[in-house]
């Protein structure tokens, strides 16, 4: 991708995400876009939006046109949603690098909305187990949980990974989001209080995996030549997508996710940086494991030390690289579509200086990273501050 | 009745799933004395299907282990029968089910027969039919049944889950044995019934006993004996269908057959009465263990009432058949005994919200 | 699930069936119209081995909608013998240790689920551990 120079972040928003019983898709879409636009003072000539599960869980598709229309925040524009399962939101991101780098677009609205609180849970279970394979994972019962759980089980016996490094992953990001007054779980646990949870699909405990829960986020992305005195301006330097099968039968390994490896290689090389340049890493911790995987994959540690990266402290927000300050999904949330762009706001958060508690000093180049179904579709994005 | 053109059983199988419910812990919830009904009945315990099984899922692992035996290609198989009072639908054949999951079809017959126990051995009657004619090829005949009685009725104690199937063909020594000749005896005897809509059957309790099975059973097979010129110390083994464990013996006594001719034969004492697939299952048994040139007499009964009688003689083909495929002890021995609350469950006693019964 | 959606899948779901290329030869699961590997279509459908053995599995207590008669239940990736992987439910698990990796086990047919008490019964492939 060469055409062009790199759009820029000019506005971020994100709301508090848990059970909104008070505000629909439209209402959390309006929350975040309104903050995003009112800082970057001009309105998107396009909306990107990331979700999932609109069409089974709140009867409405045709979603990006009916929230940009519900919210009205800004006159109605081309508004395409963009959906690879819990990687949407990372999708939604790397179609408007595309439409603003391409010149296509001048600015574009990237958001992610996602409301999962309101059916009951077998539902919303089902829901998300449409990130697996219809015909071949869900027909023989699979819950999205219990894919992820095999990888759990072949990673711990293929490194010999204790099971209590995988539980200290969850334990920092409960730590972090002390710290932060969007997430959506802000309460300290222990080993002791993951070990002890009620077994969802074993090895895969209820504290080893992210909430679920409603919330919106956006970002405004623009050409360049729209910041005007914006200080600090970030820039979206580079974004990857790896792929790989859809169903855990199909994958050359269950304890390493390729489809990450293939899109962080991109996003880096697009960016012309390495993982030993990061500052500040997002990862896509739906469950720990994915923590642990996520590290390795993305290439900050070899195969097998994902855990004991964490174990040793070195994510912690003064360690080598801080990965998850604000809480992870774990603990900030999982509003499945917009994860990717909470993420991404993270990162820029970071950037600019403007993480509060949660900031990591001196961050100038980050990467968020978005893994949609068992592993499949992930989306690596990497984010420079510009001098 | 003999087909013009001679038939052999070429594969036997059956399926017995591993769950039991015994005799005492049904009496311990209906405050009975478990002796009453251990004795009575000569029963322990039944064999219950579990929470992913059906007549149509036990039916095929059934077919499964008699075409192991037959070694036949499903295409060569022209017709399919499945004999139940517990089809999963009220209106859609097990039978087609069954013959895809088998990969037999689509040049096939396939049909569902109903009558009570002797709907399994009305499928071989007409496979015979079929196959002696030269109509078909093969035929596979099956009886599989989930059977139930209501919460506390007598026939709780041993309404059982099974299923056997049969593969018949061409007269051939290489098949497992041949027919001699069959008979059928029926009557409108209402010993026991189940009206559309009804959860569970209704019975004439004692009614089911001389009027009902004693007539039939020893009605058709007299009619075989004297058809073929044989009397009962001409068989080295005899099944009757068995409701329990007892009315089989009584039926040998008043024939005239000795009671070790039974032995093999008679399951229901260990998986209670699996209906349809009842009687052929203790054929099933035999022909796990009999020697060629022994002679083996297989009489069903089914409510309504009619038996069908056989007379086979085990033919040489028999040993190279026979180690292809799982015996029936090997599944009456896998045994996982489960408690009244859990056969409710499995058995769909207790409506789940929405979820798999 | 739709009646069509079902039906389509009655193949794979009953007899468990895969595809041969003809073009590079290699087999795979779930049939596909295409080779996954090489992307010809000169496929084949094959019939798969009916043995193989569990190469990850979870215990799975949360179920979704449809499989709560089933709970506790195992999910697993087995490989079968000719080294093509599947995924599917386990059955018949009664070994108090449970499946471990590499536990030998055998296709059989059973009920998957059901569309409520008026529509359709699902079938399909289990696994169940051998002996």
């Known amino acids: 991708m060469s055409a062009g120079e790199n759009p820029v972040v000019l506005g971020t928003g994100l709301t508090k995400i848990g059970r909104r019983w008070e505000d629909s898709l439209s209402d959390l879409f309006a929350e975040a876009a309104r903050q995003a636009v009112e800082e970057a003072g001009i309105n998107p000539q396009a909306l990107f939006l990331g ?7 709140d009867s409405q598709e045709h979603l990006a046109l009916s929230v940009e229309d519900g919210a009205s925040v800004f006159p109605l524009v081309p508004a395409f949603k963009v959906e690879s399962a819990c990687s949407s939101g990372g999708s939604a991101l790397v179609a408007g690098y595309m439409a603003v780098k391409s010149g296509v677009y001048d600015a574009v609205l990237v958001a992610g909305v996602e409301k999962l609180s309101e059916e009951p849970s077998d539902a919303v279970t089902s829901a998300l187990a449409m990130a697996a394979d219809s015909d071949f994972e869900a027909y023989y019962g699979a819950s999205f949980t219990s894919l992820n759980a095999l990888l759990m089980r072949s990673y711990m016996r293929d490194y010999d990974v204790p099971r209590s490094w995988l539980s200290e992953i969850a334990v920092l990001m409960h730590k972090n989001a002390l710290d932060n007054p969007y997430a959506q779980l802000r309460k300290a646990i222990t080993v002791e ?25 956006a970002l405004l992305l623009a050409k360049p030549e729209l910041a005007k005195g914006v200080d600090p301006l970030v ?36 960016a012309g940086v390495d993982p030993k ?17 996520a590290v390795e994959d993305i290439g900050v540690v070899p195969k097998g030390q994902g855990a004991k990266f964490f174990h040793e402290g070195s994510a912690e927000r003064d360690g080598d690289l801080a990965v998850n300050p604000e809480g992870g999904l774990k603990a900030r949330g999982h509003p499945v579509g917009a994860t990717g762009v909470y993420g991404a706001v993270e990162v820029v958060r970071q950037l600019q200086g403007k993480s509060g508690k949660m900031q990591v000093p001196n961050a100038e180049v980050g990467a968020f990273h978005n893994l949609g179904g068992s592993g499949s579709h992930a989306v690596v994005g990497v984010f420079k501050r510009r001098k | 009745m003999k087909p013009k053109n001679g038939v052999s059983v070429y594969g036997w199988g059956s399926y017995v799933p591993p769950y039991r419910l015994t005799v005492a812990e049904v009496s311990r919830v209906w405050g009975r004395d478990p002796k009453q009904y251990e004795d ?15 007549s149509a899922t036990m039916a095929v692992e059934a077919a499964k282990n008699a075409l192991a035996r037959a070694s036949v290609q499903p295409s060569e198989v022209g017709a399919v029968y499945v004999g139940s009072e517990s089809p999963p639908y009220a209106v859609k054949p097990t039978a087609t089910t069954v013959a895809e999951a088998l990969g037999i079809g689509p040049l096939s017959l396939a049909a569902d027969l109903e009558f009570a126990c002797k709907a399994g051995t009305e499928g071989l009657q007409a496979a015979i039919g079929l196959v002696g004619s030269g109509m078909v090829k093969y035929g596979l005949a099956i009886g599989s049944d989930t059977a139930q009685g209501g919460p506390g009725d007598h026939l709780e104690y041993t309404a059982a889950s099974g299923a056997t199937a049969l593969v018949v063909g061409p007269l051939s020594p290489d098949a497992a044995a041949s027919l001699e000749g069959s008979v059928s005896f029926v009557s409108d005897t209402p010993d026991f019934w189940r009206r559309y809509g009804a959860k569970y059957p209704s019975h004439g309790e004692g009614f089911t006993g001389e009027p009902a099975y004693f007539k039939h059973v020893e009605g058709a097979t007299r009619a075989l004996l004297e058809e073929l010129g044989l009397k009962p110390s001409d068989f080295d083994y005899v099944v009757f269908h068995q409701p329990n464990g007892r009315y089989p013996l009584t039926a040998a006594r008043d024939l005239g057959f000795s009671p070790s001719a039974l032995k093999v034969g008679l399951l229901s004492p260990f998986i209670g009465n699996t209906y349809a697939a ?32 056989f007379s086979f003689v085990v033919t040489d083909g028999i040993e190279a058949r026979r180690p292809k495929a799982k015996f029936v002890m090997d599944y009456v021995k896998k045994r996982v005994e489960i408690d009244y609350a859990l056969y409710l469950k499995y058995r769909g006693g207790i409506t789940l919200g929405g979820g798999a019964k | 699930m739709t009646v069509p959606k079902y039906w389509r899948k009655i193949d794979a779901h009953y007899r468990l069936e895969g595809i041969r290329c003809k073009s590079c030869g290699k087999i795979s699961y779930p049939p596909r119209s295409s080779c996954p590997y090489c992307h010809s279509k000169d496929v084949e459908v094959v019939k798969l081995p009916e043995r193989g053995k ?43 240790d449970g499946v471990k990796e590499g536990t030998p086990v055998e296709a059989v047919f059973r009920k998957i689920s059901e569309d409520g008490d008026e529509g359709l019964i699902h079938y399909g492939v289990k696994f169940r551990p051998i002996g």
């Open chain 2, 40 to 54: 009575e009945l000569n029963v322990k315990e039944k064999a219950v299907a579990g929470p992913d099984e059906d």
């Open chain 1, 193 to 217: 209080d993951v070990e002890n949870s009620r077994l969802i699909a074993d090895p895969i405990r209820l504290l080893d995996c992210a909430p679920t829960g409603d919330g919106a986020a």
């Open chain 1, 277 to 293: 340049d990061l500052d500040v890493l997002e990862v896509h911790d739906a469950f720990t494991i994915m923590a642990a995987l």
């Open chain 2, 278 to 309: 009842a009687s052929i299952t203790g054929f099933s048994a035999v022909l796990d263990v009999a020697k060629p040139g022994q002679r083996v007499l297989l009489t069903s009964f089914g409510s309504g009432a009619g038996s069908d009688s």
């Open chain 1, 51 to 57: 979700n999932m599960s609109a069409g089974v869980l």
């Open chain 1, 235 to 270: 820039e979206l330097s580079g974004v990857g997508v790896g792929v790989d099968t859809i169903a855990v039968n199909g994958r050359s390994s269950l304890s390493d996710v390729p489809a990450t490896a293939r899109a962080a290689k991109a996003a880096f090389s697009a």
């Open chain 3, 54 to 96: 569990v190469v990850s599995f979870s215990l799975l207590r949360s179920p979704p909608k449809g499989f709560e008669g089933y709970v506790p239940y195992y999910v697993a990736v087995i490989e079968l013998e000719n080294g093509v992987r599947v995924f599917g439910m386990l059955t018949d698990v009664f070994s108090p």
